[in-house]
């Protein structure tokens, strides 16, 4: 099974709210990711997760805390959103990320999509 | 620097006709490869990848890809189009960071847009 689960689909907020993002997998990976793509545009790389550790946050606002509680959950925590955040926020998971190469492919999840209005 | 070049931003086919979409990397070491599917609205669904070995590679929904190094290569086909196969491809490849700590990060090329006329 290769199910990454992600909670809300839907998400709309305003520029004062404060929300919440999460994934969930049970696959046993230990690297979980989170990627921010605009309409028609490739996923970005947003924050990489290697057992339970931060080990990449690629120059992302502060206004972006992502937080990982234990090795089968990512959360992405939202506060002081702009309109132009508004986006597919998808996660993804690996077995493991920067390890042997077979080990790295990333599964993902269907996305939330977040308005910010 | 590490790239993926996805030369055809759309594609229109009849269905029941092949399909090929193309891919071009840039990548110093031996590339490993990615394509992915994503329906509108939808996550990213892994067709197939390219580790090493044989450069024909099996995927789902009866896709496969060739990897040819001579060319710098990773074109995605399919034999006979089905309407459900309208999509966005993406073609990726893994690229080693090092943050004080070994990542693979994923590099994505620009996506080619699939529609498929009844």
Same mark, same amino acid.
């Given at each position: 099974?290769?199910? &990454?689960?992600?909670?809300?689909?839907?998400? &709309?907020?305003?520029?004062?709210?404060?929300?919440? =993002?999460? *994934?969930?997998?049970?696959?046993?990976?230990?690297?979980?990711? @989170?990627?921010?793509?605009?309409?028609?545009?490739?996923?970005?790389?947003?924050?990489?997760?290697?057992?339970?550790? =931060?080990?990449?946050?690629?120059? &992302?606002?502060?206004?972006?805390?992502?937080?990982?509680?234990?090795?089968? !959950?990512?959360?992405?925590? !939202?506060?002081?959103?702009?309109?132009?955040?508004?986006?597919?926020?998808?996660?993804?998971?690996?077995?493991?990320?920067?390890?042997? @190469?077979?080990?790295?492919?990333?599964?993902?999840?269907?996305?939330?999509?977040?308005?910010?209005? | 620097?590490?790239?993926?070049?996805?030369?055809?931003?759309?594609?229109?086919?009849?269905?029941?006709?092949?399909?090929?979409?193309?891919?071009?990397?840039?990548?110093?070491?031996?590339?490993?490869?990615?394509?992915?599917?994503?329906?509108?609205?939808?996550?990213?669904? !892994?067709?197939?990848?390219?580790?090493?070995?044989?450069?024909?590679?099996?995927?789902?929904?009866?896709? %496969?890809? %060739?990897?040819?190094?001579?060319?710098?290569?990773?074109?995605?086909?399919?034999?006979?189009?089905? @309407?459900?196969?309208?999509?966005?491809?993406? *073609?990726?490849?893994?690229?080693?960071?090092?943050?004080?700590?070994?990542?693979?990060?994923?590099?994505?090329?620009?996506?080619?847009?699939?529609?498929?006329?009844?």
């Amino acid at each position: 099974d290769t199910e &990454v689960t992600q909670t809300p689909k839907h998400l &709309v907020m305003g520029m004062t709210n404060k929300k919440s =993002l999460k *994934c969930e997998q049970h696959m046993g990976h230990r690297a979980m990711y @989170w990627y921010k793509q605009k309409a028609k545009k490739p996923p970005e790389l947003m924050f990489v997760y290697s057992y339970e550790k =931060l080990s990449i946050n690629e120059s &992302v606002p502060s206004r972006f805390s992502p937080e990982c509680p234990n090795s089968s !959950l990512l959360n992405l925590h !939202l506060h002081a959103l702009q309109p132009e955040d508004s986006a597919l926020y998808l996660c993804a998971s690996s077995r493991e990320s920067g390890g042997r @190469w077979s080990t790295d492919t990333q599964y993902f999840g269907p996305g939330t999509r977040l308005t910010v209005l | 620097a590490q790239s993926v070049t996805q030369p055809d931003i759309h594609i229109t086919v009849s269905e029941g006709a092949s399909l090929e979409l193309r891919c071009n990397y840039s990548y110093g070491a031996t590339p490993y490869l990615f394509w992915y599917v994503q329906s509108p609205g939808q996550g990213l669904q !892994l067709l197939l990848k390219y580790f090493s070995g044989d450069t024909l590679v099996q995927g789902i929904k009866g896709f %496969e890809a %060739e990897f040819k190094r001579s060319q710098s290569s990773f074109n995605l086909r399919k034999p006979s189009v089905h @309407w459900s196969d309208a999509a966005e491809y993406f *073609c990726a490849v893994m690229s080693l960071m090092n943050y004080g700590g070994a990542t693979n990060k994923l590099i994505f090329g620009t996506g080619t847009l699939l529609a498929v006329q009844p």
